[in-house]
């Protein structure tokens, strides 16, 4: 994946995507990320501590809505036999 950062806007010099460098507006995009590009952006060397915090209040928040299958745990549940 390519920099989650980048903006829509494409420079007229180099004709590449502008990336996002200030804090706040990283912090802004990150709100709108989905796991893969927060998984993304941890990897970028040279990220701002308010990003990184940002980005794991992200992660935490997207487990939370969608906590990830853990196939024993549901394997477990089906062969569960009640107690009498």
Same mark, same amino acid.
């Given at each position: 994946?390519?920099?989650?950062?980048?903006?829509?806007?494409?420079?007229?010099?180099?004709?590449?995507?502008?990336?996002?460098?200030?804090?706040?507006?990283?912090?802004?995009?990150?709100?709108?990320?989905?796991?893969?590009?927060?998984?993304?952006?941890? *990897?970028?060397?040279?990220?701002?501590?308010?990003? =990184?915090?940002? +980005? !794991? &209040?992200?992660? *935490?928040?997207?487990?939370?809505?969608?906590?990830? =299958?853990?196939? +024993? !745990? &549901?394997?477990? *549940?089906?062969?569960?036999?009640?107690?009498?």
């Amino acid at each position: 994946m390519s920099n989650p950062f980048e903006t829509s806007t494409i420079s007229p010099i180099t004709g590449a995507p502008c990336v996002a460098q200030q804090l706040d507006e990283r912090r802004q995009m990150v709100k709108r990320f989905n796991l893969q590009q927060c998984r993304a952006a941890m *990897k970028l060397s040279g990220l701002q501590l308010g990003v =990184i915090h940002a +980005l !794991e &209040r992200r992660i *935490k928040q997207l487990h939370k809505e969608n906590p990830p =299958i853990n196939p +024993l !745990e &549901r394997f477990a *549940k089906k062969t569960e036999q009640p107690h009498e």
